[in-house]
């Protein structure tokens, strides 16, 4: 295990920063863990387990150790005619899991493709989009301790002890930082469940004349307009969308409509949603620049590094959003990207 020091995460992280790691360790094997466990580098420092780095924000520089997930391994834990269980190693590249489902004809995480990122993420915030998320087929998360005393012992989390919601779990709330995922559990149908009610991935397939004949044709058109959409990390540094979108009760909903008659809104069982890139727009920072930090001229929620930004230099884009919108509508915009300082 060779552990290196001062190490630059600018190739590791989408917003492509430039910040170093005092210390960061590739992880390729989980009996690996119990060397690591036991280093002075792990034991004296506050560790980050970092996948894709597609959902992190570097602040400033780390000062501890970055373990890098590169656990590999897909397998068919069982199967039936109508179910099939699998478990993924946690530094698997979602979309490869994607592929690996799909190809074989399983139902189930299909219109979560090309979400950027490690399997071992994807439970942190429940991935999701395209009217599905992570929490439609998880079954259980491997993962082991990290805090001192507990002999950094492996957990298995069923899905309720996850504790899975809008972009959030156990494990970026109540157990932040505590715990190293190194694996997961789903379980896929066989069965055809198709699950095309979302209106953006409807249109297309109307637009487009495609009869959705497998779980791989809403993947392909998943990815199709997921690659026209968002922007693409190598050609501009983003983490996708920074904003967790916003719930309000249905009085505030109606107040903000008697001076924003067209304010969009999903009404979800009681509690009315609204994107938070509207907000965003309102305040007049869609589009804008800040020397070499902005807001995405299509993507209201997406914030941008134009080339050789700090992750200070976003921090302050961030603050400034946030105040806007406080002061406006008095509502609090939460990031979803992780902030890491
Ligand atoms: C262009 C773009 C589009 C995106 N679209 C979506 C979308 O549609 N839906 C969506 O939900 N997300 C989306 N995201 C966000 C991102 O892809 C997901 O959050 C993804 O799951 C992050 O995976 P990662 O491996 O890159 O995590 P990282 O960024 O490496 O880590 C994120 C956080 O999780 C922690 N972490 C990572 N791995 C582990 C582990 N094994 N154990 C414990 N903690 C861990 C890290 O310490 C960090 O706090 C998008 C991002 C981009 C750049």
């Not at 189930?108 to 399997?119: K, R, Y």
């Not at 972009?167 to 896929?188: E, M, P, Q, V």
Request: net charge neutral; proline share 3%; glycine share 8%.
């Amino acid at each position: 295990m060779k552990i290196r020091r001062n190490y630059n995460l600018a190739k590791l992280n989408t917003f492509g920063i430039s910040a170093n790691a005092r210390f960061f360790v590739e992880l390729n094997k989980e009996v690996d863990l119990r060397e690591l466990f036991n280093v002075p580098e792990f034991k004296n420092n506050q560790k980050l387990f970092l996948g894709g780095g597609s959902n992190v924000l570097f602040t400033k520089d780390f000062d501890g150790l970055v373990v890098l997930n590169k656990l590999k391994g897909i397998e068919i834990l069982k199967e039936d005619s109508k179910s099939v269980v699998i478990r993924c190693m946690g530094g698997e590249i979602w979309h490869d899991l994607v592929i690996f489902a799909t190809e074989r004809g399983y139902w189930g995480i299909e219109n979560l493709s090309f979400i950027p990122g490690t399997v071992g993420a994807a439970p942190m915030q429940n991935i999701g989009a395209y009217g599905a998320e992570l929490a439609n087929v998880l079954t259980n998360v491997e993962a082991y301790n990290l805090e001192n005393g507990k002999e950094n012992e492996k957990k298995i989390f069923n899905k309720e002890e996850c504790e899975l919601g809008y972009r959030d779990s156990i494990f970026k709330n109540r157990l932040k930082g505590k715990y190293f995922i190194t694996a997961i559990t789903i379980t896929l149908s066989k069965i055809e469940n198709k699950n095309i009610t979302y209106k953006i991935l409807q249109e297309y397939l109307e637009k487009n004349k495609i009869e959705v004949k497998n779980s791989k044709d809403i993947s392909d058109a998943v990815t199709f307009i997921r690659k026209t959409k968002l922007p693409d990390p190598i050609i501009i540094g983003n983490a996708g969308s920074f904003f967790k979108n916003v719930f309000v009760e249905l009085a505030t909903l109606e107040k903000l409509q008697k001076t924003y008659p067209e304010i969009p809104h999903f009404n979800e069982e009681g509690i009315v949603k609204i994107p938070a890139g509207w907000f965003i727009e309102q305040c007049g920072w869609k589009g804008k620049r800040i020397e070499n930090v902005g807001v995405h001229e299509k993507h209201a929620l997406v914030l941008v590094n134009y080339g050789g930004a700090t992750g200070k230099e976003i921090l302050v884009l961030v603050n400034k959003i946030i105040a806007d919108i406080k002061e406006k509508f008095d509502l609090e915009l939460t990031p979803e990207v992780n902030l890491i300082s």
